[in-house]
């Protein structure tokens, strides 16, 4: 049993390249999240997936695309990556009961440094 | 913004002793969760409290909330060396309609247990 993996584990881009951050769940969980953590800021919401083909904007969307084609998969996109973008890339995943989130299960981070 | 708060931001103690977090949150809720991150590491769910309990258990964990003062307090019995970590709690918010939001984290309480 899997759970959330991400990959790649660490990445280096230069300012302007793009790439996609990819993550894979085998629980069948419909939630799907993407965070990013910085140095005292706990972690905040990029993206988040609701089921395959709907998702929607969180704390901090801008410069990040993501889409959900299947229940499985919810890769992040990196439009144009800026020094700001820095971080450390968290995904994670939970199912739903009563219309209400339970323990979300999280991949072990992607670091990414722009330079 | 961040929902979620934790007070303090470090602690330390000695083996042995309890260790007490609290968080605070701003709006209503459907439940809240606490979350341990070891260095370097992805966060693991601990404990979840609905929004109609006051108390909740589990081994060396005990969690309070008191939605009237939207707070929750993290105790841990009994620390040891391994307790060392960042914990953060989360909040489901209760969405005024549709689906559950995802979770919002604090910025999290740096424990450090000394041997």
């Known amino acids: 049993n899997a759970g959330v993996t991400q990959t790649p584990k660490f990445q280096v881009l230069k300012t302007g390249q793009s790439m996609t951050l990819q993550c894979a769940q085998d629980?069948?969980?419909?939630?799907m999240s993407w965070y990013r953590q910085d140095p005292g800021m706990g972690l905040r919401l990029i993206h988040y997936?609701?089921?395959?083909?709907?998702?929607d904007q969180g704390e901090v969307p801008n410069g990040y695309n993501v889409s959900r084609s299947t229940t499985e998969d919810f890769p992040l996109r990196l439009l144009s990556a800026a020094p700001s973008q820095t971080s450390v890339y968290f995904c994670?995943?939970?199912?739903?009961?009563?219309?209400?989130?339970?323990?979300?299960?999280f991949g072990q981070g992607t670091r990414l440094t722009v330079v | 913004s961040q929902q979620g708060e934790e007070d303090p931001q470090a602690l330390s103690i000695q083996e042995g002793e309890n260790a007490t977090m609290n968080c605070s949150y701003k709006?209503?809720?459907?439940?809240l969760q606490w979350y341990r991150q070891n260095s370097g590491r992805g966060l693991v769910h601990l404990i979840l409290i609905r929004s109609n309990e006051r108390e909740k258990h589990s081994g060396r964990l005990r969690v309070t909330l008191d939605t009237s003062k939207k707070s929750s307090s993290l105790l841990i019995t009994a620390s040891r060396a391994a307790d060392t970590a960042s914990y953060f709690c989360?909040?489901?918010?209760?969405?005024?309609?549709?689906?559950?939001?995802?979770?919002?984290f604090g910025s999290g309480t740096q424990l450090t247990v000394l041997p």
């Open positions: 989360a909040t489901a918010e209760r969405p005024y309609s549709g689906s559950a939001r995802q979770l919002t």
């Open positions: 629980m069948n969980h419909e939630y």
């Open positions: 994670a995943s939970s199912y739903s009961r009563g219309g209400q989130n339970t323990e979300a299960f």
């Open positions: 997936s609701v089921g395959a083909g709907i998702t």
């Open positions: 709006t209503s809720i459907n439940n």
